[in-house]
């Protein structure tokens, strides 16, 4: 199995500035019945609403239609019209394997446009023995009663995902989320897909980017549609599976907004199978400043 892990480096540089590991992605069987991911609802054949999700849902699409559609329709967001603020705000969740260990990580983050400085706070709830765990909402508890950390970056301490403005060609952008040289390899699926959520969990996305970004993640080779779930916070998306080198990666998209929810992977083999990551993006957006007093505990 050549399972390379070139997402989850990237993420982990962007995020932390290599101080913890966080890592993407999530698992289904064959079937399409989850094992170690999402309580997936299939949707029926047909429904009668316009919306953007039954639009992406109607019967007879192939994934990179479904996914296509997403990409026309999908809506703007509060934070879209906020381009002028010069600060990124990113909340996330994640678990997060370290050998033999599930770490749990509460982050918000703050970074800078222009000069690549910053501020993240950090709550970290007890590391879980074992790799075979499967998140649950319940969980998520733990992170307010953490303590929390706050650190300051300096100019250039935080890097976005993607050095320079994100493409308007899918194909281009693709390109930078994964080698194309590696094309043809049993392992770029899984890069290609985990490329796409290092991206959206790096650094914020506008509308025209999400398109982008959703239209690059429908070229990945044997992506499937797996139909409706909800996310440990409880928001409803459509799920799009990845089975390759190795690995099931399953990510949980906003059909209204075409903003990733949430995303998982699940080692299917090897020495220790089992959880390699799990990411839960709570909020994103632009803020003026990060001169702030600490935010409120994270959401139970």
Known sequence: MTHLALPARRLLGALLGG????????????DG????????????????????????????????????????????????????????????????????????TDLRRWRHDTDGSGREISRRA??????????????????????QTSTRYRAGQLHPYLAGAVPVDPGEL??????????????????????????????????RQRATALRALATVPGITF???????????????????DGSTSTLVIDPATGELLAAQEWLDGGRRPGLFSHILLLERGRAGTDTFTAPPSPPS
């Not at 590696?182 to 959206?200: F, H, M, N």
């Open 19 to 30: 101080s913890l590991v966080l890592a993407l992605l999530t698992a289904c069987q064959n």
């Open 33 to 104: 019945t989850p094992t170690a991911g999402p309580n997936v609802t299939p949707l029926a054949a047909e429904q009668p609403s316009a919306s953007p999700a039954t639009t992406a849902t109607a019967a007879g699409l192939t994934t990179r239609q479904r996914l296509e559609l997403l990409a026309s329709t999908i809506s703007a967001t509060p934070a879209d019209t906020t381009a002028g603020l010069p600060y990124e705000y990113l909340h996330l969740q994640t678990w997060a394997r370290a050998t033999n260990t599930i770490v749990r």
């Open 126 to 147: 007890p590391d879980l023995r074992g790799v075979d765990h499967q998140p649950t909402p319940e969980e998520r508890h733990q992170f307010s009663r953490a303590a």
């Open 174 to 207: 693709a390109n930078l989320l994964a080698p194309p040289e590696l094309v043809d390899e049993p392992a770029y699926p899984r890069l290609l897909a985990g490329g796409v959520v290092g991206l959206a969990a790096s650094q914020y996305l506008d509308q």
């Open 226 to 244: 797996r139909g409706a779930t909800s996310d440990l916070a409880g928001r409803p998306g459509l799920v799009f599976r990845v089975v390759a």
